[in-house]
């Protein structure tokens, strides 16, 4: 149902810690299951103005795209600054068992949550068998 699609992630957050600044956006963390008949999608994203996230589909890839602006008014003296400020992305191939024209987003907590429909020619289903007594009333 997913493809992990960012593997120099780890790269970039060990040289964001050595060299103190990120040379791509940000990538948020995640977590993705399936439940029932849903595709279950959770992005941490604290701090983030809902405004701010972008989200889009195209050929079964979404994007996503938050901002964390710097919370200090112009020209004020930080003390500290370890939250990350900036844009966050993260793109994720969607296999075609999935119904993207009905994705259900909602924010909470700091938490972005997509639901995505497994879509209806994917869902497991009853076949069923017909007997030898079917066939030859079918052919006579």
């Given at each position: 149902?997913?493809?992990?699609?960012?593997p120099f992630r780890e790269?970039?957050?060990?040289?964001?810690?050595?060299?103190?600044?990120?040379?791509?956006?940000?990538?948020?963390?995640?977590?993705?299951?399936?439940?029932?008949?849903?595709?279950?999608?959770?992005?941490?994203?604290?701090?983030?103005?809902?405004?701010?996230?972008?989200?889009?589909?195209?050929?079964?890839?979404?994007?996503?795209?938050?901002?964390?602006?710097?919370?200090?008014?112009?020209?004020?003296?930080?003390?500290?600054?370890?939250?990350?400020?900036?844009?966050?992305?993260?793109?994720?191939?969607?296999?075609?068992?999935?119904?993207?024209?009905?994705?259900?987003?909602?924010?909470?907590?700091?938490?972005?949550?997509?639901?995505?429909?497994?879509?209806?020619?994917?869902?497991?289903?009853?076949?069923?068998?017909?007997?030898?007594?079917?066939?030859?009333?079918?052919?006579?």
């Amino acid at each position: 149902m997913l493809m992990r699609t960012d593997p120099f992630r780890e790269f970039d957050r060990l040289a964001q810690q050595v060299l103190g600044s990120a040379t791509r956006p940000t990538a948020m963390a995640m977590d993705a299951y399936r439940s029932g008949d849903d595709f279950i999608v959770h992005f941490d994203l604290p701090g983030i103005d809902p405004e701010t996230i972008e989200l889009d589909i195209e050929r079964n890839v979404l994007n996503v795209r938050a901002e964390r602006r710097n919370p200090a008014p112009e020209g004020a003296e930080m003390i500290a600054a370890e939250r990350p400020t900036g844009t966050f992305t993260r793109q994720l191939f969607l296999g075609d068992t999935l119904d993207t024209e009905r994705v259900d987003a909602s924010y909470d907590a700091g938490v972005l949550t997509l639901r995505i429909p497994v879509a209806e020619a994917a869902k497991p289903r009853r076949i069923q068998i017909t007997g030898g007594s079917d066939r030859k009333q079918l052919s006579g």
